[in-house]
């Protein structure tokens, strides 16, 4: 096989070049539970269009502007600053042999592979004017083997590049997309915003071996074992062989190393991890992880030919934990934990859902912890991986939501199950993640109380949820209107103290809440769903709006403070009622942060705190 500068691929023998341990990167690397050594970042200046006259792109766009990969135009950073209708855009960017070496292209990585982060809502992608493939689902991961659109000319001319070309379109008025909070008017109203179009994650160039390492996944199957999954890419002669070495970091400790021979009927295999230490259950809790004790193992996948001569290899981690429910509580490594979560829009002013650096990622773990919080809810987006990364590193809890389309149909139905699909199947290795919603507030379902067909698709989404992760508890339509939830979870606005507390104080309310009308004039449970114990959580409550300073007129919030004493108050008197509660599981505190028209954020938008900090945190821990 000859490589990009025409010179033969050797024999794929040597050891790939030194690996990081993935659970103490810098939080750069895109796909933080699969890190190679070297790969091209392409985010940075490219040039755009916002036009749908594909006739006009093929003439060169003379008149293309610059734009910022990867904010949306809609946004102040990306340069472009246009929050109007964006149907179709254009984006175009130089592929240079800087890039190339940058990606780690050798002869024993002559493969290389394009990859999006995200790109709202579809994608179609061109090199040199050749179609290389296409995405739809505005919130997922994907990528393309490039090598053959990429070889021409390079041999002969090292400063030769390549244009890569991206369409993305998105229709604004499309009420099937799955969009979350995008609004579908002009401007944004009520506690939708701003809409995201095109390039909103990174774009990024990584050169692989001839037979490589595409897909991992990590399960943890009970407390001393952990299930890999593994997929493969490219050629292979059937009899390779896959090890896995485990390391934990923390106290130099090898934990395993596992050699398996891999079959040549299939791409996907799984290899049985066997964690010795834990085999002493005395010890077994040294190494769980939990929020407050966030514990991380290393480990290097490597392939091996058939002569045992590595091929590829990977770096990862995984947490050792478990999840789950029983007798009305919720489970984290077998015992009742008490969550005590905060809705997260990941939404910021200057970038709308890109978050505005890689550092802000951390920044945003970090201040839930301040706060006081151990777990965040993730609203109506499928976040980028590395936030979830730095809650794996940090230690909170997340709940993994899927955004939600506004319209009910065959379309609507598809379209949300592929993207859900591929979300679950991205983020399912997280120990941070310990429960999936695909669903919220009858979104895109609003006539579930009484229309069956609407009930069967969420019972459906739920069901296959737990097909491709039964270890992780589901939440069929969080807030209200459940089929067949494992945690019942309700959204409550009521401001009073006192009132919330009457509402959630013992099993006679708990039994009020689920034969009568709940709260927002909604049944609790439809379809012939029934209360079997499940824990109970109040996953959207608070919202108290207060705007120190500079007062926005279209600020609101559920209730209003008059000053910042009344508006600890107000917080204090509702987690003091929560934590009245005989039987509350969790809660979830609506918001971290004002999010523009929202001005009812525990901080500011720009994520300083509207009082000090450590005031929050008492009203909300009690301490």
Known sequence: MSTLD??????????PPALPLASRQDGSYPRPQMLRADWADLDGTWSFRNDGDDAAWRAGFPDARDIVVPFPPES????????GFHPVVWYSRTITRADLLAAGHTAEAPRLV???GAVDHRARVWIDGQFIGEHEGGHTPFSFDVTEALAGGTSTDPDAVHTLVVRAEDDPHDLTQPRGKQDWHEDPHAIWYRRTT????????????TASIEYLRWTNVDHGTVRLTVRLRGERTGRERLRVEARWDERDEHLATIESTLGDTSDEFDVVVPIARQTNGQAEDELHWTPEAPRLVDTTVTLLDRAGHPVDAVASYFGVRTVGVDGGAFLLNGRSYDVRSV????????????????????????????????????????EDPRFLYWADRLGILVWGEAPGAYAFSPRAVQRLMREWMDAVERDASHPSIVTWVPANESWGVQHIATDPAQQAYARSLADVTRAIDPTRPVI??????????????????????ESLAKTYADDTARSELFHGMGPSDRWVLVGGATDHGQPVMLTEFGGVNYQPGAQREDGWGYTSATDG???IARITALYDAIRASSFLAGSCYTQLTDTMQ??????????????PIEQIRRAITGR
């Open 6 to 15: 025409g010179t033969v691929a050797a024999p794929d023998t040597a050891l």
């Open 76 to 83: 102040v950073a990306s340069g472009i600053d246009e929050p």
């Open 114 to 116: 394009l990859h999006f």
């Open 198 to 209: 095109g390039i909103w994650q990174t774009v990024w160039l990584e050169a692989v071996p």
């Open 343 to 382: 809705l997260n829009q990941g939404y910021w002013p200057d970038s709308h859902i890109a978050a505005p650096s890689r550092e802000a990622l951390r920044r945003e773990v970090e201040l839930i912890k301040e706060l006081g919080f151990n777990a965040a809810r993730n609203h109506q987006k499928i």
């Open 476 to 497: 069929s339509n969080d807030g209200w209107e459940h089929t067949n939830s494992d945690i019942i979870t309700i959204h409550d606005y009521d401001g009073v103290g």
């Open 565 to 567: 004493d009344d508006w």
């Open 598 to 611: 929202e001005t009812n954020g525990l901080l500011n938008a720009d994520r300083t705190p509207k009082v």
